[in-house]
Nanobody
């Protein structure tokens, strides 16, 4: 059973930084595409950043230049470094793992990020 556990969320002032982590158990992430999504109150879940098994990355326009996604396959972990945080980044952040060979996707439980002064 594949499980994802996010951590690192919290309350931060505008302009601050946070680093989210997502640890995967039950399967190696070496051949998976990993992604971070977020959902703000009253809004749909949206993609924030993704990283392929080969390390190719993509970002939502709203976070380009501020957020960085990375992966450590040896630790079965994916990270999201968030800098220059804005109040509009406030949301629950979710980690996703997608395995193309089986067309299977898995979600974590989410971690709350609140940007406020």
């Amino acid at each position: 059973q594949v499980q994802l556990v996010e951590s690192g969320g919290g309350l931060v002032q505008p302009g601050g930084s946070l680093r989210l982590s997502c640890v995967v158990s039950g399967s190696t992430i070496s051949h998976s595409t990993m992604g971070w999504y977020r959902q703000a109150p009253g809004k749909q879940r949206e993609v924030v950043a993704g990283i392929t098994s080969r390390g190719l990355t993509n970002y939502a326009d709203s976070v380009k230049g501020r957020f960085t996604i990375s992966r450590d396959n040896a630790k079965n972990t994916v990270y999201l470094q968030m800098n220059s945080l804005k109040p509009e980044d406030t949301a629950v952040y979710y980690c996703n793992a997608f395995y193309a060979l089986t067309s299977s996707g898995y979600w974590g439980q989410g971690t709350q990020v609140t940007v406020s002064s």
